[in-house]
Nanobody, 116 residues
Framework: QVQLVESGGGLVQPGGSLRLSCAAS????????MSWYRQPPGKERELVAS????????NYADSVKGRFTIFRDNFKNTVYLQMNSLEPEDAAVYYC?????????WGGGTLITVSS
């Protein structure tokens, strides 16, 4: 079955960096767009970034442009989110996402805390 497993979350100081990973299995990873979403405390889940199957196209939320980079390794079936210049507003649970035809799959999430 489809599995998405995030890792790399934790506590970071403002201005710091983290790299999230999402290991995928149960589908042909290289054929599908992958996305990262986040859900801050008390708020709705929002799209952070997405990357096309061949990495030829990426999209970012305005709030993270220039600070976050999404990339993927189709040999390792893994998508990454490099997060730089982290701000307190970036604190959230981050989720990996894939939509396979009509079905949407989510990972279990990884928590990012930004605090000094």
């Amino acid at each position: 079955q489809v599995q998405l497993v995030e890792s790399g979350g934790g506590l970071v100081q403002p201005g710091g960096s983290l790299r999230l990973s999402c290991a995928a299995s149960g589908f042909v990873f290289s054929l599908w767009t992958m996305s990262w979403y986040r859900q801050p405390p008390g708020k709705e889940r929002e799209l952070v970034a997405s990357i096309s199957r061949d990495a030829g196209s990426t999209n970012y939320a305005d709030s993270v442009k220039g600070r976050f980079t999404i990339f993927r390794d189709n040999f390792k079936n893994t998508v990454y989110l490099q997060m730089n210049s982290l701000e307190p507003e970036d604190a959230a649970v981050y989720y990996c996402n894939v939509q396979l035809s009509s079905r949407i799959y989510w990972g279990g999430g990884t928590l990012i805390t930004v605090s000094s």
